[in-house]
Protein backbone atom coordinates (compact mmCIF):
# COMPACT_ATOMS: atom_id res chain seq x y z
CA UNK A 1 0.00 0.00 0.00
CA UNK A 2 0.95 3.88 -0.85
CA UNK A 3 1.06 6.08 2.08
CA UNK A 4 -2.16 8.48 1.15
CA UNK A 5 -0.68 11.70 3.57
CA UNK A 6 -1.37 15.06 2.36
CA UNK A 7 2.71 16.85 1.11
CA UNK A 8 4.07 18.50 4.10
CA UNK A 9 4.73 21.62 2.62
CA UNK A 10 1.22 21.30 0.81
CA UNK A 11 -0.35 21.61 4.37
CA UNK A 12 1.94 23.85 5.80
CA UNK A 13 0.73 26.49 3.05
CA UNK A 14 -2.98 25.65 4.14
CA UNK A 15 -2.52 25.98 6.69
CA UNK A 16 -0.97 29.44 6.19
CA UNK A 17 -4.02 30.29 3.97
CA UNK A 18 -6.59 29.25 5.80
CA UNK A 19 -6.19 31.38 8.66
CA UNK A 20 -9.15 33.90 8.69
CA UNK A 21 -8.87 36.73 6.71
CA UNK A 22 -5.59 36.29 5.37
CA UNK A 23 -6.03 35.64 1.35
CA UNK A 24 -8.43 38.63 1.88
CA UNK A 25 -5.32 40.95 3.44
CA UNK A 26 -2.79 39.26 0.47
CA UNK A 27 -5.53 40.39 -2.11
CA UNK A 28 -6.47 43.63 -0.93
CA UNK A 29 -2.25 43.93 -1.41
CA UNK A 30 -2.01 42.58 -4.51
CA UNK A 31 -3.36 46.06 -6.39
CA UNK A 32 -0.54 47.75 -4.88
CA UNK A 33 1.07 48.89 -1.22
CA UNK A 34 -1.24 50.07 1.58
CA UNK A 35 -1.79 51.66 4.66
CA UNK A 36 -3.07 49.80 8.07
CA UNK A 37 -6.54 51.97 8.10
CA UNK A 38 -7.14 51.33 4.40
CA UNK A 39 -6.78 47.17 4.94
CA UNK A 40 -8.29 47.77 7.93
CA UNK A 41 -11.89 49.70 6.24
CA UNK A 42 -11.54 47.57 3.19
CA UNK A 43 -12.09 44.33 4.93
CA UNK A 44 -13.92 45.69 7.72
CA UNK A 45 -11.32 43.81 10.14
CA UNK A 46 -10.82 44.74 13.72
CA UNK A 47 -7.39 46.11 14.11
CA UNK A 48 -5.97 43.73 16.37
CA UNK A 49 -6.74 41.03 14.23
CA UNK A 50 -5.30 42.93 11.22
CA UNK A 51 -2.26 43.52 13.41
CA UNK A 52 -2.12 39.74 14.13
CA UNK A 53 -2.57 38.47 10.24
CA UNK A 54 -0.01 40.81 9.24
CA UNK A 55 2.74 40.11 11.66
CA UNK A 56 2.38 36.32 10.50
CA UNK A 57 2.29 37.25 6.77
CA UNK A 58 5.51 39.39 7.23
CA UNK A 59 7.44 36.49 9.12
CA UNK A 60 6.22 33.68 6.47
CA UNK A 61 7.62 36.71 4.16
CA UNK A 62 4.54 37.29 2.16
CA UNK A 63 4.19 41.01 2.89
CA UNK A 64 7.03 43.44 3.88
CA UNK A 65 6.02 46.41 6.24
CA UNK A 66 7.94 49.34 5.14
CA UNK A 67 8.59 52.54 7.38
CA UNK A 68 8.57 55.70 5.60
CA UNK A 69 9.99 58.06 7.95
CA UNK A 70 7.61 61.54 7.96
CA UNK A 71 6.17 63.06 10.43
CA UNK A 72 3.93 61.58 10.88
CA UNK A 73 5.18 58.21 10.37
CA UNK A 74 3.87 55.95 8.14
CA UNK A 75 3.99 52.48 7.58
CA UNK A 76 3.06 50.47 4.44
CA UNK A 77 2.34 47.18 3.39
CA UNK A 78 2.78 45.56 0.31
CA UNK A 79 3.58 42.10 -0.82
CA UNK A 80 7.00 40.80 -1.28
CA UNK A 81 8.24 38.48 -4.40
CA UNK A 82 6.47 35.58 -2.71
CA UNK A 83 3.13 36.90 -2.36
CA UNK A 84 2.81 37.82 -5.46
CA UNK A 85 3.64 34.55 -6.56
CA UNK A 86 0.19 33.83 -4.49
CA UNK A 87 -1.60 36.26 -7.51
CA UNK A 88 -2.87 33.86 -9.97
CA UNK A 89 -3.96 31.13 -7.18
CA UNK A 90 -6.39 33.64 -5.82
CA UNK A 91 -7.34 34.66 -9.49
CA UNK A 92 -8.04 31.50 -10.25
CA UNK A 93 -9.89 30.93 -6.42
CA UNK A 94 -11.81 34.80 -7.82
CA UNK A 95 -12.73 33.28 -11.19
CA UNK A 96 -14.09 29.85 -9.83
CA UNK A 97 -16.49 32.03 -7.05
CA UNK A 98 -17.87 34.14 -9.44
CA UNK A 99 -18.68 31.22 -11.30
CA UNK A 100 -19.82 28.54 -8.69
CA UNK A 101 -20.75 30.12 -5.64
CA UNK A 102 -23.79 31.59 -5.24
CA UNK A 103 -25.23 35.10 -2.45
CA UNK A 104 -27.32 34.07 0.32
Known sequence: MTDSSI????????SILS?????????????GPHRFCSIENSISISGR???????????????KREVI???PVRILYS?????????????DIEKWSAEWVENE
Open 7 to 14: CPKFEKAM
Open 69 to 71: PET
Open 79 to 91: LTEKGHALKPVIE
Open 19 to 31: QRWTVLIIHQLMS
Open 49 to 63: VLSERLKDLEKQQII
